[in-house]
């Protein structure tokens, strides 16, 4: 299975996220702050990119800015997790582009189906 | 609710039910005024917009249909919610009203919980914006099913007539410990055979007795049966068992839950480890800071508490943290599919082993096969019930159960 990188810096957030994620069989990378989680992505390519919006230090919009200019991670899909309802804050996502976003606290159902989602989409056939 | 209390206009002609009307809204900490017309209630809305409207339909003079259906019909009166009075409980009326636009309707003589949960209801929707799409779900309900509508009335005032003379009964479902197969407690669950009609579901009758504002005389009727039950067990050759009940948040929010508990346990002496009560996920995300004092003060009892249907909503750890918890339910939905979807057999193990984390208990319901239960006992699960092991049982039934197992250890 596919690792996931989670960037988090509530650590209750990030234990529930990675028990969702391990018990369905991924393997789970861990950041509290968006320059590690920049790093990791770089140096593990993971499959799929959790990222908290609201960080200390960078936000999670500008790392994922960050990420989809680099030739390097700009293929790995970002889900953006925010405690954000509004409209803007959606098109905020959208703008840095994040791929999907999930509104905090996070519901089980509808992460693992972005992620399935998500996932399928960015299996791309050897060629 | 805004720091400013809500002003509410009543509109009624009778003056008694006009001062009815204001003290009970005024004890509740609203602010209120008043119109003896139709006419009298368009020109004080237009100098000063009220936050809500009482409006009683059958006036002299300009009548509450067409009270509604003015203000209704102006943009800039149009968001004001309206509550409908009458002392026509048919059908017909109430669509009618609804169709002048009016959001609720409230049948005459107006109850106090009943007033009071459609006005906060009310107040909120339009704070949070959510009033058109309310009263267009509402009319579209009202008018497509009036046939359906009629048999909800009739269903209604059963109800009202089962709480008058506690036409209700408890029956008590087992929960087995997964390793042993012993029987470690029991769930109360409210049974009603409604006349000519027989046994109703609780999925339907509850949600109505809360609308009606009938769930905290029930819950308390119920609290009291249960402990009176397990006095009587105690008592005799079966020994306590622990017993949990389903709480509604209106028992919380409106009752005096923690009150009744006490009260409840002094009088048949049981201690209150013997008793659970079970909130959803979903009541306890409404008016947190109440809920969580109030469980607090329950827990400091000694009375157990557990989340039901626990995994759907937002079931996040720093909110478990908050809340005085002693076990999680797995939501059923969960179960049912758990040895064929992957996604809900991976959701029951984080729910078990986030349970364990907090060192607390999880109980998984709706426990049917052999391979369900392997499942769970593989993943840890602590209790399960479900008709695998027992259907809920009338208390002579149960009763055998129990006696049974305790000749045959």
Redesign the interface.
């Known amino acids: 299975m596919p690792h996931i990188l989670i960037v988090e810096d509530?650590e209750?957030?990030m234990?529930?996220a990675r028990?969702?994620l391990v018990?369905?069989?991924h393997t789970v990378l861990w950041a509290a702050d968006a320059e590690t989680g920049l790093t990791l992505a770089r140096e593990q390519q993971p499959a799929l990119i959790l990222m908290d919006i609201q960080l200390p230090g960078m936000d999670g919009l500008a790392a994922t800015a960050l990420l989809k200019r680099d030739p390097l991670t700009a293929h790995i899909p970002v889900i953006a997790l925010t405690a954000m309802a509004m409209k803007e804050d959606r098109e905020k996502t959208r703008l840095a582009g994040c791929d999907a976003y999930i509104i905090?606290?996070?519901?089980?159902?509808e992460l693992?189906?972005v992620i399935d989602t998500l996932l399928q989409q960015h299996i791309r056939p050897l060629t | 609710m805004a720091s400013q209390p809500a002003t509410l206009l009543i509109v009624d002609d009778e003056p008694q039910v006009r001062k009815l009307l204001e003290t009970l809204l005024q004890h509740e900490g609203y602010q209120t005024l008043s119109a003896s017309s139709g006419e009298e209630a368009l020109q004080l809305v237009a100098r000063q917009p009220p936050d809500l409207i009482l409006l009683d339909i059958m006036m002299p003079g300009m009548d509450g249909y067409e009270v509604a259906s003015q203000l209704k019909g102006d943009e800039t009166t149009a968001g004001i919610p309206i509550i409908m009075l009458s002392a026509l409980s048919e059908p017909s009326a109430r669509v009618s009203g609804l169709e002048t636009g009016a959001e609720e309707f409230i049948s005459k003589p107006v109850e106090r919980v009943e007033l009071w949960l459609r006005v906060r209801n009310l107040l909120r929707l339009k704070e949070r914006g959510d009033l058109a799409s309310h009263s267009r779900e509402l009319t579209q309900r009202q008018i497509g099913m009036s046939v359906h509508d009629l048999a909800h009335q009739s269903l209604e005032n059963d109800l009202r007539q089962a709480v008058a003379r506690n036409d209700f009964t408890v029956h008590y479902q087992p929960k087995v410990e997964v390793p042993s197969g012993r029987i470690c407690a029991l769930e109360a669950l409210l049974r009603w055979e409604r006349p000519e009609y027989g046994a109703v579901s609780p999925a339907v009758f509850i949600p109505i007795l809360e609308s009606l504002g009938l769930i905290v005389p029930v819950g308390r009727w119920v609290i009291e049966q249960v402990c009176q039950q397990i006095a009587e067990w105690q008592r005799g050759a079966i020994g306590p068992v622990e017993v949990s009940v389903n709480v509604s948040g209106h028992q919380l929010i409106e009752g005096d839950l923690i009150a009744d508990i006490a009260r409840t346990l002094a009088r048949t002496g049981v201690e209150p480890h013997w008793l659970e009560v079970e909130l959803t996920e979903g009541s306890l995300m409404e008016n947190t800071q109440h809920t969580i004092a109030s469980l607090q003060r329950l827990h400091a009892m000694g009375v157990k508490i557990s989340i039901d249907d626990f995994g759907t909503g937002y079931s996040s750890l720093a909110y478990l943290r908050r809340f005085p918890i002693d076990t999680l339910k797995i939501d059923i939905a969960f179960i049912r599919e758990v040895t064929s979807n992957p996604q809900d057999a991976a959701i029951t193990r984080t729910i078990i082993e986030l349970a364990h984390s907090l060192s607390l208990r999880v109980v998984a319901e709706g426990v049917e096969t052999q391979a369900q239960l392997a499942f769970l006992k593989e993943a840890g699960c602590d209790q399960i019930q479900g008709y695998l092991f027992s259907r809920p049982l009338p208390v002579e039934t149960l009763e055998r159960l129990l006696l049974e197992r305790l000749e045959s250890p």
């Open positions: 509530n209750a957030n234990r529930l028990l969702l018990n369905a069989g905090k606290p996070l519901r089980y159902k693992y189906q």
